[in-house]
């Protein structure tokens, strides 16, 4: 089975910009969560998403945001971008949902956004 | 906010030897899991352990958890320069299977 795969790797944008980012997750994989890693605050939970639902979020601001399509391909989108919002997010894949506690996930590359 | 803490934030070694990491957390957990993440990686699974287990291995690698000091520790064995790289818990709380909290890292590096 192939893994997950995030699209772009990289990014650089300006600020005020917006920005959105492509997860695909492993086959039948119906679940998909979104971390963003920085060196100042490590990493941290941005929301999760399953069968198209929001079913957990992070604490971030609003103009953080995502969905989930039909085919559990999930997109995040960052609007009026910040210098701070520099950072690596990974989305992570999982077999089930958050109801369930003993779940493996599997994590993507990540795509490294640049913010200037 | 991170809900668990680790220590040492880094470790070096030479290969053969032992490194031991530990992870303390401040709520109460469904279970705790252990993540590799090679320079700036996506984060690789090595090991869950539920909060009524006291002691899990795999392979190489062996994980204690202590509830009632909200603390788990990560060994490595025999390390190989191939370890050379971040090792984070995440601690997951009731109906919260998706949502790990994670610590803080260490930084392992593996002298060859």
């Known amino acids: 089975k192939a893994g997950v795969t995030q699209t772009p790797r990289y990014l650089i944008k300006t600020r005020g910009q917006q920005v959105t980012l492509s997860c695909s997750p492993i086959?039948?994989?119906?679940?998909v969560s979104w971390y963003q890693q920085t060196p100042g605050q490590g990493l941290q939970f941005l929301f999760e998403?399953?069968?198209?639902?929001?079913?957990n979020k992070g604490n971030f601001p609003g103009r953080f945001s995502g969905r989930q399509f039909s085919n559990s391909r999930s997109e995040m989108n960052v609007s009026t971008l910040e210098l701070g919002d520099s950072a690596l997010y990974l989305c992570?894949?999982?077999?089930?949902?958050?109801?369930?506690?003993?779940?493996?996930?599997?994590f993507g590359p990540g795509t490294r956004l640049t913010v200037l | 906010s991170q809900q668990g803490e680790e220590d040492p934030q880094a470790l070096s070694i030479q290969e053969g030897e032992n490194a031991t990491m530990n992870c303390s957390y401040k709520?109460?957990?469904?279970?705790l899991q252990w993540y590799r993440q090679n320079s700036g990686r996506g984060l690789v699974h090595l090991i869950l352990?539920?909060?009524?287990?006291r002691e899990k291995h795999s392979g190489r690698l062996r994980v204690t958890l202590d509830t009632s000091k909200k603390s788990s520790s990560l060994l490595i064995t025999a390390s190989r320069a191939a370890d050379t790289a971040s090792y984070f818990c995440?601690?997951?709380?009731?109906?919260?299977?998706?949502?790990?909290?994670f610590g803080g890292g260490t930084r392992l590096m593996v002298k060859p």
């Open positions: 992570a894949s999982s077999l089930l949902g958050s109801t369930h506690s003993y779940n493996e996930q599997f």
């Open positions: 086959s039948g994989h119906r679940s």
């Open positions: 998403y399953f069968s198209e639902t929001q079913r």
């Open positions: 709520t109460s957990i469904n279970n």
């Open positions: 352990i539920r909060s009524n287990e």
């Open positions: 995440a601690t997951v709380l009731n109906n919260a299977g998706n949502m790990l909290t």
